[in-house]
Protein backbone atom coordinates (compact mmCIF):
# COMPACT_ATOMS: atom_id res chain seq x y z
CA UNK A 1 0.00 0.00 0.00
CA UNK A 2 1.85 2.90 -1.15
CA UNK A 3 1.60 6.39 1.02
CA UNK A 4 0.99 9.95 0.05
CA UNK A 5 1.85 11.66 3.04
CA UNK A 6 -0.26 15.18 3.31
CA UNK A 7 3.18 17.10 4.31
CA UNK A 8 6.58 17.10 3.68
CA UNK A 9 7.34 18.13 7.49
CA UNK A 10 5.07 14.66 8.14
CA UNK A 11 6.89 12.36 5.77
CA UNK A 12 10.26 13.72 6.87
CA UNK A 13 9.64 13.15 10.99
CA UNK A 14 7.78 9.71 10.01
CA UNK A 15 11.07 8.67 8.10
CA UNK A 16 13.23 9.84 10.92
CA UNK A 17 11.87 7.57 12.98
CA UNK A 18 11.15 4.60 10.71
CA UNK A 19 15.49 4.65 10.41
CA UNK A 20 15.76 3.12 13.86
CA UNK A 21 15.67 -0.73 14.11
CA UNK A 22 12.60 -2.09 15.16
CA UNK A 23 10.25 0.60 13.99
CA UNK A 24 8.84 0.31 10.78
CA UNK A 25 6.47 3.00 9.17
CA UNK A 26 3.12 2.15 10.63
CA UNK A 27 4.69 2.29 14.29
CA UNK A 28 6.74 5.37 13.27
CA UNK A 29 3.84 7.49 12.10
CA UNK A 30 1.97 6.01 15.56
CA UNK A 31 4.63 7.52 17.43
CA UNK A 32 4.77 10.98 15.24
CA UNK A 33 0.66 11.51 15.83
CA UNK A 34 2.04 11.07 19.79
CA UNK A 35 4.49 13.53 19.83
CA UNK A 36 2.09 15.90 17.75
CA UNK A 37 -0.42 15.67 20.50
CA UNK A 38 2.11 16.96 22.91
CA UNK A 39 2.89 19.99 24.04
CA UNK A 40 5.61 22.16 22.19
CA UNK A 41 7.54 21.84 25.46
CA UNK A 42 7.79 18.11 25.68
CA UNK A 43 8.72 17.87 22.01
CA UNK A 44 11.66 20.00 22.52
CA UNK A 45 12.68 18.31 25.50
CA UNK A 46 12.40 15.10 23.89
CA UNK A 47 14.53 16.28 20.98
CA UNK A 48 17.17 18.01 22.99
CA UNK A 49 17.53 15.18 25.19
CA UNK A 50 18.65 12.67 22.28
CA UNK A 51 20.86 15.52 20.63
CA UNK A 52 22.57 16.43 24.20
CA UNK A 53 23.32 12.96 24.89
CA UNK A 54 25.10 13.00 21.09
CA UNK A 55 26.52 16.10 21.87
CA UNK A 56 27.98 15.86 25.23
CA UNK A 57 28.28 12.04 25.87
CA UNK A 58 31.70 10.93 27.19
CA UNK A 59 33.18 7.49 27.61
CA UNK A 60 35.56 6.52 30.62
CA UNK A 61 38.65 6.51 29.62
CA UNK A 62 39.98 4.03 31.92
CA UNK A 63 37.02 1.22 30.73
CA UNK A 64 35.16 2.92 27.77
CA UNK A 65 31.88 2.53 29.50
CA UNK A 66 29.34 6.34 28.97
CA UNK A 67 29.80 8.20 31.44
CA UNK A 68 29.40 11.86 32.32
CA UNK A 69 32.64 12.68 33.45
CA UNK A 70 36.34 11.99 32.37
CA UNK A 71 36.35 8.61 34.56
CA UNK A 72 33.52 6.68 35.07
CA UNK A 73 32.02 6.17 39.27
CA UNK A 74 32.76 2.73 39.12
CA UNK A 75 36.28 2.76 38.26
CA UNK A 76 36.68 5.83 40.34
CA UNK A 77 35.14 4.13 43.40
CA UNK A 78 38.27 3.58 45.52
CA UNK A 79 35.82 0.57 47.40
CA UNK A 80 35.63 -1.36 43.85
CA UNK A 81 38.80 -4.15 43.74
CA UNK A 82 41.11 -2.71 40.44
CA UNK A 83 42.47 -6.69 40.26
CA UNK A 84 39.37 -7.95 38.54
CA UNK A 85 38.45 -6.81 35.62
CA UNK A 86 34.87 -8.04 33.54
CA UNK A 87 35.13 -7.44 30.09
CA UNK A 88 31.65 -7.06 27.92
CA UNK A 89 30.70 -5.51 25.15
CA UNK A 90 28.81 -2.63 25.70
CA UNK A 91 26.99 -0.32 28.21
CA UNK A 92 23.64 -2.74 28.59
CA UNK A 93 25.72 -5.48 29.89
CA UNK A 94 27.50 -3.28 32.49
CA UNK A 95 24.11 -2.63 33.86
CA UNK A 96 22.81 -6.02 33.48
CA UNK A 97 25.84 -7.21 35.69
CA UNK A 98 25.64 -4.33 38.15
CA UNK A 99 21.98 -5.39 38.58
CA UNK A 100 23.03 -8.73 39.53
CA UNK A 101 25.56 -6.81 42.45
CA UNK A 102 27.50 -10.24 42.41
CA UNK A 103 30.25 -8.72 41.20
CA UNK A 104 32.91 -5.98 43.12
CA UNK A 105 36.11 -5.40 40.38
CA UNK A 106 36.02 -3.35 37.74
CA UNK A 107 34.64 -3.55 33.74
CA UNK A 108 36.01 -2.82 30.29
CA UNK A 109 33.61 -2.15 27.84
CA UNK A 110 34.68 -3.31 24.09
CA UNK A 111 32.17 -1.78 22.20
CA UNK A 112 31.26 -4.62 20.59
CA UNK A 113 32.32 -8.21 19.20
CA UNK A 114 34.51 -9.37 16.46
CA UNK A 115 32.00 -9.86 13.35
CA UNK A 116 33.21 -10.19 10.16
CA UNK A 117 29.95 -10.12 8.72
CA UNK A 118 29.07 -6.90 9.96
CA UNK A 119 32.82 -5.40 9.05
CA UNK A 120 33.56 -5.50 12.78
CA UNK A 121 37.13 -6.40 13.61
CA UNK A 122 39.62 -6.26 16.45
CA UNK A 123 40.67 -2.87 15.99
CA UNK A 124 36.92 -1.37 16.29
CA UNK A 125 36.73 -2.78 19.78
CA UNK A 126 38.78 -1.67 22.94
CA UNK A 127 41.12 -4.70 22.64
CA UNK A 128 44.46 -2.82 22.81
CA UNK A 129 43.74 -0.93 25.08
CA UNK A 130 42.48 -3.78 27.07
CA UNK A 131 45.88 -5.19 26.74
CA UNK A 132 47.84 -2.09 28.30
CA UNK A 133 45.28 -2.27 31.24
CA UNK A 134 46.80 -5.60 31.80
CA UNK A 135 50.25 -5.24 30.77
CA UNK A 136 50.56 -1.88 33.50
CA UNK A 137 50.10 -4.35 35.91
CA UNK A 138 47.80 -5.06 38.97
CA UNK A 139 44.96 -7.47 37.29
CA UNK A 140 44.97 -10.59 38.66
CA UNK A 141 41.92 -11.83 36.70
CA UNK A 142 40.42 -11.06 33.74
CA UNK A 143 36.37 -12.06 33.62
CA UNK A 144 35.10 -12.64 30.03
CA UNK A 145 31.34 -11.47 29.65
CA UNK A 146 30.54 -11.62 26.68
CA UNK A 147 27.39 -12.98 24.57
CA UNK A 148 27.38 -17.05 23.99
CA UNK A 149 27.43 -16.68 20.37
CA UNK A 150 29.71 -17.56 17.70
CA UNK A 151 31.08 -13.61 17.26
CA UNK A 152 31.13 -14.09 21.46
CA UNK A 153 33.19 -16.72 21.58
CA UNK A 154 35.49 -15.43 18.62
CA UNK A 155 35.80 -12.07 20.69
CA UNK A 156 36.52 -14.76 23.30
CA UNK A 157 39.71 -16.60 21.78
CA UNK A 158 41.17 -13.52 20.58
CA UNK A 159 41.59 -11.75 23.99
CA UNK A 160 42.43 -14.77 25.34
CA UNK A 161 45.80 -15.04 22.79
CA UNK A 162 46.53 -11.41 23.49
CA UNK A 163 46.44 -11.78 27.17
CA UNK A 164 48.47 -15.11 26.68
CA UNK A 165 51.67 -13.71 26.94
CA UNK A 166 50.75 -12.16 30.41
CA UNK A 167 50.32 -13.47 33.75
CA UNK A 168 46.76 -12.92 34.55
CA UNK A 169 44.03 -15.78 35.53
CA UNK A 170 41.16 -15.26 32.50
CA UNK A 171 37.93 -17.01 33.04
CA UNK A 172 34.17 -17.01 30.95
CA UNK A 173 30.89 -16.58 32.84
CA UNK A 174 29.38 -19.85 33.16
CA UNK A 175 26.88 -21.05 30.75
CA UNK A 176 23.88 -23.75 31.77
CA UNK A 177 20.52 -23.69 32.04
CA UNK A 178 18.51 -21.15 33.44
CA UNK A 179 18.04 -20.70 36.93
CA UNK A 180 13.79 -21.70 36.91
CA UNK A 181 14.12 -23.61 33.09
CA UNK A 182 12.98 -27.12 32.92
CA UNK A 183 15.21 -29.70 31.56
CA UNK A 184 12.44 -30.75 28.76
CA UNK A 185 12.80 -27.19 27.27
CA UNK A 186 16.75 -26.72 27.13
CA UNK A 187 18.32 -26.68 23.81
CA UNK A 188 20.98 -29.79 23.65
CA UNK A 189 23.89 -27.70 23.48
CA UNK A 190 23.21 -26.04 26.23
CA UNK A 191 22.06 -29.07 28.57
CA UNK A 192 25.27 -30.46 27.21
CA UNK A 193 27.81 -28.04 27.87
CA UNK A 194 25.62 -28.22 31.86
CA UNK A 195 26.92 -31.63 32.05
CA UNK A 196 30.29 -31.59 30.90
CA UNK A 197 30.85 -28.45 33.50
CA UNK A 198 28.43 -29.39 36.09
CA UNK A 199 29.72 -28.05 39.95
CA UNK A 200 30.08 -29.69 42.90
CA UNK A 201 27.18 -29.77 44.82
CA UNK A 202 27.79 -28.97 48.68
CA UNK A 203 23.85 -28.28 49.80
CA UNK A 204 23.62 -24.77 48.78
CA UNK A 205 22.42 -23.52 45.58
CA UNK B 1 15.61 -5.62 38.11
CA UNK B 2 16.59 -1.65 39.31
CA UNK B 3 18.91 -0.26 36.74
CA UNK B 4 21.63 2.07 37.43
CA UNK B 5 22.43 4.09 34.61
CA UNK B 6 26.29 4.95 34.26
CA UNK B 7 25.06 8.41 32.70
CA UNK B 8 22.49 11.17 33.70
CA UNK B 9 22.26 12.15 29.86
CA UNK B 10 22.14 8.39 28.82
CA UNK B 11 19.29 7.62 31.67
CA UNK B 12 17.40 11.24 30.57
CA UNK B 13 17.74 10.24 26.29
CA UNK B 14 16.75 6.51 27.51
CA UNK B 15 13.39 8.28 29.69
CA UNK B 16 12.11 10.18 26.84
CA UNK B 17 12.09 7.55 24.40
CA UNK B 18 10.45 5.37 27.25
CA UNK B 19 7.48 8.15 27.55
CA UNK B 20 6.44 7.26 24.00
CA UNK B 21 3.43 5.12 23.58
CA UNK B 22 4.72 0.77 23.37
CA UNK B 23 8.09 1.91 23.86
CA UNK B 24 9.24 -0.14 27.47
CA UNK B 25 12.91 1.03 29.17
CA UNK B 26 14.64 -1.78 27.48
CA UNK B 27 13.26 -0.51 23.63
CA UNK B 28 14.34 2.63 24.77
CA UNK B 29 17.82 1.95 26.02
CA UNK B 30 18.14 0.59 22.33
CA UNK B 31 17.32 2.95 20.36
CA UNK B 32 19.39 5.61 22.58
CA UNK B 33 22.27 3.23 21.92
CA UNK B 34 21.88 2.90 18.22
CA UNK B 35 21.56 7.08 17.63
CA UNK B 36 24.34 6.91 19.81
CA UNK B 37 26.67 4.65 17.46
CA UNK B 38 25.39 7.28 14.43
CA UNK B 39 27.23 10.30 13.36
CA UNK B 40 26.11 13.23 14.96
CA UNK B 41 24.59 14.81 11.82
CA UNK B 42 22.57 11.95 11.80
CA UNK B 43 21.29 12.87 15.38
CA UNK B 44 20.54 15.99 14.84
CA UNK B 45 18.65 15.70 11.59
CA UNK B 46 16.42 13.06 13.88
CA UNK B 47 16.02 15.71 16.73
CA UNK B 48 15.33 18.57 14.37
CA UNK B 49 12.54 16.87 12.27
CA UNK B 50 10.27 15.96 15.39
CA UNK B 51 11.01 19.38 16.64
CA UNK B 52 10.46 21.33 13.39
CA UNK B 53 7.39 19.27 12.60
CA UNK B 54 5.86 20.27 15.96
CA UNK B 55 6.87 23.69 15.82
CA UNK B 56 5.90 24.57 11.91
CA UNK B 57 3.48 22.04 11.58
CA UNK B 58 -0.33 23.21 9.72
CA UNK B 59 -3.70 22.51 9.73
CA UNK B 60 -5.77 22.80 6.48
CA UNK B 61 -8.45 25.12 7.66
CA UNK B 62 -11.20 23.45 5.48
CA UNK B 63 -10.79 19.73 6.13
CA UNK B 64 -8.01 19.99 9.65
CA UNK B 65 -5.82 17.86 8.27
CA UNK B 66 -2.34 17.82 8.50
CA UNK B 67 -0.78 20.09 5.84
CA UNK B 68 2.03 21.96 4.85
CA UNK B 69 -0.10 24.90 3.24
CA UNK B 70 -2.80 27.15 4.76
CA UNK B 71 -5.39 24.86 2.36
CA UNK B 72 -4.35 21.24 2.09
CA UNK B 73 -3.55 19.44 -1.29
CA UNK B 74 -6.69 17.72 -1.48
CA UNK B 75 -9.03 20.54 -0.69
CA UNK B 76 -7.16 22.86 -2.88
CA UNK B 77 -7.19 20.31 -5.74
CA UNK B 78 -10.05 21.68 -8.24
CA UNK B 79 -10.41 18.22 -9.44
CA UNK B 80 -11.58 16.33 -6.40
CA UNK B 81 -15.31 16.19 -5.61
CA UNK B 82 -16.48 18.88 -3.00
CA UNK B 83 -20.23 17.57 -2.30
CA UNK B 84 -18.92 14.32 -0.98
CA UNK B 85 -17.03 14.56 2.47
CA UNK B 86 -15.15 11.24 3.96
CA UNK B 87 -15.67 11.98 7.97
CA UNK B 88 -12.70 10.25 9.23
CA UNK B 89 -10.76 10.24 12.89
CA UNK B 90 -7.64 11.53 11.58
CA UNK B 91 -4.72 11.81 9.10
CA UNK B 92 -3.40 7.98 9.49
CA UNK B 93 -7.10 7.55 7.78
CA UNK B 94 -7.05 9.83 5.12
CA UNK B 95 -4.18 8.05 4.20
CA UNK B 96 -5.53 4.72 4.02
CA UNK B 97 -8.71 6.20 2.48
CA UNK B 98 -6.34 7.81 -0.33
CA UNK B 99 -4.22 4.57 -0.83
CA UNK B 100 -7.35 2.72 -1.96
CA UNK B 101 -8.02 5.51 -4.79
CA UNK B 102 -11.38 4.54 -4.46
CA UNK B 103 -12.64 8.11 -3.26
CA UNK B 104 -12.68 11.98 -5.22
CA UNK B 105 -14.56 13.74 -2.51
CA UNK B 106 -12.93 15.71 0.08
CA UNK B 107 -12.18 14.67 3.81
CA UNK B 108 -13.15 15.98 7.37
CA UNK B 109 -10.64 15.06 9.67
CA UNK B 110 -12.12 14.85 13.32
CA UNK B 111 -9.38 14.28 15.63
CA UNK B 112 -10.39 11.78 17.11
CA UNK B 113 -14.14 9.64 18.53
CA UNK B 114 -16.30 10.70 21.52
CA UNK B 115 -14.58 8.77 24.12
CA UNK B 116 -16.28 9.52 27.76
CA UNK B 117 -13.75 7.02 29.13
CA UNK B 118 -10.72 9.36 27.90
CA UNK B 119 -12.56 12.79 28.56
CA UNK B 120 -12.86 13.38 24.97
CA UNK B 121 -16.16 15.38 24.34
CA UNK B 122 -17.98 16.60 21.18
CA UNK B 123 -16.36 20.07 21.92
CA UNK B 124 -12.61 18.57 21.11
CA UNK B 125 -13.68 17.37 18.21
CA UNK B 126 -14.19 19.22 14.39
CA UNK B 127 -17.75 18.24 14.58
CA UNK B 128 -18.92 22.07 14.60
CA UNK B 129 -16.61 22.79 11.72
CA UNK B 130 -17.92 20.13 9.72
CA UNK B 131 -22.20 21.52 10.51
CA UNK B 132 -20.85 24.60 9.04
CA UNK B 133 -19.25 22.91 5.84
CA UNK B 134 -22.69 21.29 5.68
CA UNK B 135 -24.25 24.45 6.04
CA UNK B 136 -22.61 26.46 3.90
CA UNK B 137 -23.92 24.51 1.03
CA UNK B 138 -22.89 22.39 -1.88
CA UNK B 139 -22.26 19.18 0.04
CA UNK B 140 -24.54 16.79 -0.86
CA UNK B 141 -23.35 13.60 0.55
CA UNK B 142 -21.53 13.23 4.10
CA UNK B 143 -19.69 9.47 4.20
CA UNK B 144 -18.49 8.49 8.03
CA UNK B 145 -16.07 6.53 8.02
CA UNK B 146 -14.68 6.02 11.40
CA UNK B 147 -13.81 2.85 13.70
CA UNK B 148 -16.32 0.20 14.03
CA UNK B 149 -15.59 0.24 17.68
CA UNK B 150 -18.10 1.72 20.13
CA UNK B 151 -16.63 4.94 20.43
CA UNK B 152 -17.06 5.22 16.69
CA UNK B 153 -20.55 4.15 16.71
CA UNK B 154 -21.10 6.98 19.17
CA UNK B 155 -19.72 9.51 16.97
CA UNK B 156 -21.31 8.47 13.86
CA UNK B 157 -24.98 8.85 15.92
CA UNK B 158 -23.94 12.24 17.09
CA UNK B 159 -22.41 13.55 14.00
CA UNK B 160 -26.10 11.74 12.62
CA UNK B 161 -28.58 14.16 14.72
CA UNK B 162 -26.47 17.46 14.26
CA UNK B 163 -26.43 16.46 10.56
CA UNK B 164 -30.11 15.83 10.39
CA UNK B 165 -31.64 19.12 10.00
CA UNK B 166 -30.13 19.80 6.81
CA UNK B 167 -30.51 18.24 3.46
CA UNK B 168 -27.44 16.13 3.15
CA UNK B 169 -27.26 12.47 2.69
CA UNK B 170 -25.51 10.23 5.30
CA UNK B 171 -24.29 6.89 4.74
CA UNK B 172 -21.56 4.70 6.62
CA UNK B 173 -18.76 2.74 5.02
CA UNK B 174 -20.09 -1.13 4.70
CA UNK B 175 -19.16 -3.24 7.19
CA UNK B 176 -18.50 -6.94 6.47
CA UNK B 177 -16.03 -9.78 6.23
CA UNK B 178 -12.75 -8.97 5.12
CA UNK B 179 -11.53 -9.79 1.61
CA UNK B 180 -9.37 -12.90 2.09
CA UNK B 181 -11.45 -13.64 5.28
CA UNK B 182 -12.44 -17.13 6.06
CA UNK B 183 -15.87 -17.47 6.95
CA UNK B 184 -15.13 -19.96 10.69
CA UNK B 185 -12.26 -17.35 11.99
CA UNK B 186 -14.91 -14.11 11.40
CA UNK B 187 -16.38 -13.18 14.70
CA UNK B 188 -20.35 -13.75 14.80
CA UNK B 189 -20.85 -10.13 14.59
CA UNK B 190 -19.32 -9.08 11.85
CA UNK B 191 -20.68 -12.11 10.03
CA UNK B 192 -24.23 -11.94 11.04
CA UNK B 193 -24.54 -7.92 10.16
CA UNK B 194 -22.50 -8.80 6.97
CA UNK B 195 -25.58 -11.04 6.16
CA UNK B 196 -28.13 -8.16 7.32
CA UNK B 197 -26.41 -6.19 5.14
CA UNK B 198 -26.04 -8.36 1.64
CA UNK B 199 -25.68 -6.82 -1.50
CA UNK B 200 -27.10 -8.06 -5.16
CA UNK B 201 -24.57 -10.38 -6.53
CA UNK B 202 -24.36 -9.02 -9.93
CA UNK B 203 -21.79 -11.07 -11.05
CA UNK B 204 -19.08 -9.26 -10.40
CA UNK B 205 -16.89 -8.70 -7.70
Known amino acids: MSQQYPSQLLEKAVGEFAKLPGIGRKTAMRLVLHLLRQEQA ?9 MTLKREVKYCKVCH ?22 VVENVRDVMAVEATQQFQGLYHVLGGVISPMDGIGPSDLQIDSLVERVKSGGVKEVILA ?53 TLFTGNM
Open 65 to 86: NISDTETCLICANPRRDPSTIC
Open 146 to 198: LSSTMEGDTTNFFIFRKLAPYEVKMSVIARGISIGDELQYTDEVTLGRSIVNR
Open 42 to 50: TVETFGQAI
